[in-house]
Nanobody, 125 residues
């Protein structure tokens, strides 16, 4: 069974930075990995994706501020978040997709096969 362990969330002030980590218990070199975020009453939002060929995509709301990266050896996915804003406050979780296609930030969570429990990010003004 594939498991995800997210960490790195916390409370920061506007303009601050956080780096999220997601450790997976299986090889992630050939799959699509993504970061999503969710807030109460809203659909999960795709934040960034990382494809096996190292292609990355970002939601417009985070372009230029967030960077997704991957460490195959550590089986880990990361999300560096800079210049954080109050609207970035959410529960962030990673997801994986083993099939081709749909590896972009606008893809719905339903096309990803597995995802983790999340780590909370709170940005205060």
């Amino acid at each position: 069974q594939v498991t995800f362990t997210e960490s790195g969330g916390g409370s920061v002030e506007v303009g601050g930075s956080l780096k999220l980590s997601c450790v997976v218990n299986t090889d992630i070199s050939g799959i699509c990995m993504a970061w999503f975020r969710r807030t109460a009453g809203k659909e999960p939002e795709g934040v960034a994706t990382f494809l096996h060929d190292e292609t990355t995509t970002y939601a417009d709301s985070v372009k230029g501020r967030f960077t997704i990266s991957r460490d195959i050896v550590k089986k880990s996915l990361y999300l560096q978040m800079n210049n954080l804003k109050p609207e970035d406050s959410a529960d962030y979780f990673c997801a994986a997709r083993w099939l081709d296609g749909y590896c972009f930030a606008g893809a719905p969570l339903s096309v990803f096969l597995k995802w983790g429990q999340g780590t909370q990010v709170t940005v205060s003004s």
